[in-house]
Nanobody, 122 residues
């Protein structure tokens, strides 16, 4: 499966963005999807994950209550809605696909998108 992330950009603190990750391939619904992020000088960290049918989600404590994750299997797309953004959310955001839920570690992601940059100004 190939993944293409989009939707990043520059936003002021307190603002919102919605990231999208479009997938190719015929069996998108079988994949667990995850969002990760990597800030400058830091390791890539887990943000959120969603099960294949979209019925289960799990978010990192750092984004819980501010971010939400959803998917549209008919459109082969997963979304990350980010609200109440702060400078600490500045990072390149990556989507990943794997086969085990929850997809919470980099090693579980068999496929990766190219990343989309989110910059939050204070």
């Amino acid at each position: 499966v190939q993944l293409q992330a989009s939707g990043g950009g520059l936003v002021q603190a307190g603002g919102s963005l919605r990231l999208s990750c479009a997938a190719s391939g015929r069996t998108f619904s079988r994949y667990v999807m995850g969002w990760f992020r990597q800030a400058p000088g830091k390791e890539r960290e887990f943000v959120s994950t969603i099960s294949g049918n979209g019925g289960s989600t799990y978010h990192a404590d750092s984004v819980k209550g501010r971010f939400s994750t959803s998917r549209d299997n008919a459109k082969k797309t997963v979304y990350l809605q980010m609200n109440s953004l702060g400078p600490e959310d500045t990072a390149v955001y990556y989507c990943s696909a794997g086969l085990s839920y929850p997809l919470v570690h980099r090693s579980m992601g068999g496929y990766w998108g190219q990343g989309t940059l989110v910059t939050v100004s204070s």
